[in-house]
């Protein structure tokens, strides 16, 4: 399905993982009288258990596929969202984000991102394993 979105109402908030997307999401929503959307809430209720366990027992590719999915599945008006922290990786989620909302990129000192996520191997992260959080918030960034 396919909508044509007249203006952008919505808000989408991206950013590495632990940037505060939900925390100042919800607080902007409130402050703006706007509805909240968590991507991630969502892509659970999709997978039908945790993004770590999801990814656990069918891998980090299948998890993206059902983010991306469901990220491009969003249709809502006057709302912010707040997207899991690998959205960007997809070109076709981006896109319709990009249709409906304006986007906004928190971004965040690696130390501080790091501080605040301790391991990043329990977060259900969309991550190589031989690539650190420094190096993800760079992809994060060039993809913004």
Known sequence: MVKIFESK??????????????????QLAKWLSMGFIDTDLLVQVRAG???????D?????????????????LICENCVVATGGSAVYCDEAMKHLQSMAK??????????????????AERGVVIQSNM???QMLTEIRTAV
């Not at 258990?49 to 990814?55: D, G, K, L, R, V």
């Not at 980090?60 to 491009?72: A, L, N, P």
């Open 49 to 55: 258990t945790s993004m770590q366990t999801f990814q």
């Open 57 to 73: 027992i069918n891998g980090m590719d299948s998890y993206q596929t059902v983010e991306c999915d469901t990220v491009k599945s």
């Open 132 to 134: 650190t959080s420094g």
């Open 9 to 26: 109402t919505n808000i989408v908030l991206i950013g590495m993982l632990a940037s505060g997307k939900s925390t100042v999401g919800v």
């Open 103 to 120: 986007i906004i990129f928190l971004d965040l000192p690696i130390v501080e991102v790091e501080q605040r996520i301790g391991s990043i």
